[in-house]
């Protein structure tokens, strides 16, 4: 796992051990190295990396994923998220193992819903275009590769739910985008699909997305009603997100998933109730606290 430490890669992991798969990850923290952790920076050249142990297969979770940090360093980020995955890649590649890259959403502009599998890429960030350019050579390797593409990771800790969170608690009011939405999964999810897709060796591009498109003032509205308080608080603006680099942010997120149900029994999970159950967890989460 190339980035046992984040958000997925960190539940993926231990998704697979649980399943009795023998799992190793890497890891950008030292004090976290170990027989299973492995030490691997992207940002350093690829003459300094480790040997990596013999493995059946490889997942590449490892990116800059803000938008706002890929648009001002375009070449810093370039390196991450595009040519750091395609020199590993090609490396496993070349001894056989199974390399699965996750991907985005954000290959796409966000101006049809349920994008399908063979779309052609139409990305408006430097995020989505480093991401486009190393799916391609990914793809176009000479080994066994897939894709995984996902739309919003969403979980307790998402930042803008940790703020809105800390806000209602001190009665004050949230601001939330009518203009801006998403189609939220969780890390669990993306878990299930990476082992799908490891496990049957499936290669070519697949999805994971949540089942409709969903305004953040519908998330705002949820966490109100979970925490019981006043609705009030609740500002809802227009204009799109600041730090998207285009004139409005996300309409249409969502990816199509017939391929996964039909491939792996695995439907598009309910947009709604993931945000319903993140959000109570926040809650729980903050009155145990």
Known sequence: ??????????????????????????????ATVGDDRLFLDFSLPP????????????????????????EDDPDGSAVVNLHAPVELASRLCERGVFVLFLSTTGVFDFTRPYRRHDDPPSPVSAYGRQKAEAEARILELEGKTAVLRLTKIMGPDM????????????????????????APITAAFVALMIHAIISGGAEGVFHASGDEDVPYTVLAEQLVRAMDADA???????????HYPIANAPRY???????????FGIPAPSSLATMAETVEALVRGGQAA
């Open 232 to 242: 009030t608080l609740i500002t809802t603006v227009e204009g799109g997100l600041p």
């Open 47 to 70: 003459g300094e990396w480790p040997d990596l142990p013999a493995v059946d297969a490889a997942v590449i979770c490892t990116a800059m994923t803000r938008i706002d940090e890929c």
């Open 253 to 263: 997120t969502t990816l199509d998933m017939s391929r996964e149900e039909k491939m």
């Open 159 to 182: 930042p803008i739910l940790r703020t809105w969170h800390a806000n209602l608690v001190a009665g004050e009011k949230i601001t939330s985008y009518e203009d801006a939405f998403i």
């Open 1 to 30: 796992m190339i980035g046992a430490d984040g958000q997925v890669g960190s539940v993926a992991l231990r998704d697979l051990a649980e399943r009795g798969c023998k799992v190793v990850g890497t890891t950008r923290r030292a």
